[in-house]
């Protein structure tokens, strides 16, 4: 297993690459996992200006840093500005999305467990909620 | 808990700054961890020019991205020469340290376990090893 991961641009030597649950403006890169007999896993995710990743919940928590560009972040029922090297912070079972809709594309790292449970679409309930708020109902996309 | 931890330059809204095992050049940042309900840690350490994190090995694993500046990695026997955002895996018990010894200071990001067992100095044997290969001589700081 390599021990240097350079990172060359576009996507890390001896790094994977993962389609995002078919949306075409995310890539996904996995660093590190289980792979390397580890517990948790490091992944970054790059948004292209204009996307967003999924707008889900689960019981797993996220642990976030921004690499690099400029976006929006959801977490529950605020919304974050958010630039390198910020971090953010997704407890469980908590709505959350990152967006990347400041005019740049977004890079950032996210830590999760290697076993987690899967992610869940919110409700119709919760998703009208969520939009009532005009703060929130500005930045997220709901696909 | 906070969830947006924003970066402010040298240090984070809401992180924690700790003392690095009495070594002035390099400051710790704990950002998510076991206060977060988390089985894994995020750090960052800074390393000031000139500067290098502990020669030493233990069992549990880093997996590491560099976030800023520029440096080299010991890992086992081998050197790499690293930038952002390169990631660097030390497996188990693999001697390794990480020097800012490009003119730069050198701002990493580490991810271990919360459970983990405490780093071990290198043996005097270890160290005769290492020393013996002059790209390794040439760039490791033994304190």
Redesign the interface.
Known sequence: ???????KGDR?E??EIHEYKGNRDVIKHV??GER?????E?R?FEVKVGGATSLERHEH?H?V?V??GEGS?L??N?V?D???????????NTPHQFVANKGKDLKI?C?V?VRRDRPKKLSDDELKSLLSNPRIANIIRVS
Chains 1, 2 share one sequence.
């Open positions: 297993m390599r021990k240097h991961l350079e990172f890390w001896g790094g660093l590190f390397n007999g580890l517990d948790f490091v970054v928590q642990a840093l690499l690099e972040a977490v529950g605020e974050y958010v630039r390198p090297f910020d971090g953010i912070w997704v407890p469980p790292l830590v467990n």
